[in-house]
């Protein structure tokens, strides 16, 4: 028992196999009422917001204020090790959130009044309208290999500052 949780792949199959197998018995209690993709679209749209809000809470709450404490050898394995990685699952669990989450707006017939902020959905176009909008916002990255050049290295990372806030732990 304990080699499988020593494997996070395998957790994490398992989980959403059991999570479909459990959605997909009717006899359950959990089987989707408008049919077995919107039931999918649903649990896809809660587990990658999940993950999205999670990270970012780790960012918040943990990574940035633990930082400043790190000894100065120990964080380039923390900005080229867990940082990246973090980021990767952050950015691709907000870009499927609302992926799955525009998808079920228009299974619902919904998207257009949510984007339109009509009345009917005035809430969730509220919301909907400035996360979409923030994964437009370019996030600079120093360019290496053939086409960087010798002011790239220099430039600081201009377009990451559009979304980051400095963060100080509260004392």
């Keep these: 028992m304990g080699k499988i949780f020593e494997n996070l792949y395998l957790i994490l199959g398992i989980g959403v196999v059991l999570a479909v197998v ?15 993709l919107n039931g999918v679209l649903q649990w896809s749209h809660v587990f990658f917001g999940i993950t999205w809000i999670g990270l970012l809470y780790y960012f918040n709450f943990v990574q940035i204020p633990t930082m400043p404490n790190i000894p100065a050898e120990l964080k380039p394995g923390v900005s080229k090790y867990i940082a990246p990685n973090a980021l990767f699952y952050f950015r691709w669990g907000a870009a499927f959130t609302v992926l799955t989450g525009l998808i079920l707006a228009w299974l619902y017939d919904e998207l257009i009044p949510a984007l339109t902020l009509q009345e009917s959905a005035r809430l969730i176009g509220i919301l909907e309208q400035p996360t979409a909008a923030l994964g437009n916002i370019p996030v600079g990255r120093k360019r290496s290999g053939a086409g960087a050049s010798a002011s790239d290295a220099e430039e600081p990372q201009r377009g990451f500052k559009l979304l980051a806030i400095r963060q100080r732990p509260l004392r």
Excluded: N, Q, S, W
């Design 22 to 36: 459990i959605m997909l018995f009717p006899d359950t209690g959990y089987a989707p009422p408008y049919g077995t």
